[in-house]
């Protein structure tokens, strides 16, 4: 019973456009969601979050947007970069779960220079 | 602040020996959690502790593996007797808790041990 999924195990993108990382849940109670990066031989590493009180959190180059009604949340990479290469992994959260996160499979970033 | 600690970085042992994985969260965090990451599975998490306690172990696969955290600045992670599935990428991570912080629920990891059961 996967309740957050990422569908696109990888995904390739020219430097300089956008990327779209994707990833949905079914727990409807899930209220905080993250976004993870993680380069090879190293652990992830928080990237950005947004909580289910809004619909849209930016930092510089990456942006996450969140549709309650399609439980479906994105993540916008613009400009992407070759340093953007990595695995990106969608967490939720909900009150009362006692911080655990929950991950999705991940999806592999390419950015081709 | 250094991060996460864990040690060894990579850990390479024979079936049936005993494995003790440690890790140092990050000072004042509430929350420490254990993970596996294996191809198969993706990120799993093995069991989690708020202040010292367990809170949740069901993700602890068999009664080989044992979580302990004796202080706040200080777990292990011990698999007696090791077998070769449990090969895989095992990480800590921890979180600063707090009801209603922002932020709250955002877990920092550290590097991971790799470990090698032949």
């Known amino acids: 019973d996967q309740q957050v999924k990422q569908n696109s195990p990888s995904l390739s993108v020219q430097e300089g456009r956008i990327s779209i990382l994707n990833c949905d849940y079914t727990n409807s109670m899930f209220d905080y969601f993250l976004w993870y990066k993680k380069y090879p031989a190293e652990g992830p590493t928080f990237l950005i979050s947004i909580s289910s009180i809004k619909d849209k959190n930016e930092d510089g180059r990456f942006t996450v947007f969140l549709n309650k009604s399609a439980k479906h949340l994105s993540l916008h990479i613009v400009p992407s970069q070759p340093g953007d290469s990595a695995v990106y992994f969608c967490?939720?959260?909900?009150?009362?779960?006692?911080?655990?996160?929950?991950f999705g499979g991940g999806t592999r970033l390419m950015v081709k220079p | 602040d250094a991060g996460v600690i864990q040690s060894p970085r990579h850990e390479v042992t024979e079936m049936g020996q005993e494995v003790t994985l440690r890790c140092k969260p990050i000072s004042g965090h509430d929350y420490l959690f254990w993970y596996r990451q294996t191809m198969m599975r993706g990120l799993e998490l093995l069991i989690y502790?708020?202040?010292?306690?367990?809170?949740?172990d069901s993700g602890m696969p068999e009664d080989r593996f044992s979580a302990k955290m004796p202080n706040a600045s200080f777990s292990t992670l011990k698999i007696q007797p090791s077998e070769p599935r449990d090969s895989a990428v095992y990480f800590c991570?921890?979180?600063?808790?707090?009801?209603?912080?922002?932020?709250?629920?955002?877990?920092?990891f550290g590097p991971g041990t790799r470990l090698l059961v032949l």
């Open positions: 967490a939720a959260s909900y009150s009362n779960a006692g911080n655990m996160l929950t």
């Open positions: 502790f708020n202040n010292n306690v367990p809170i949740d």
């Open positions: 991570a921890s979180s600063p808790g707090g009801q209603g912080a922002p932020g709250q629920e955002t877990q920092y």
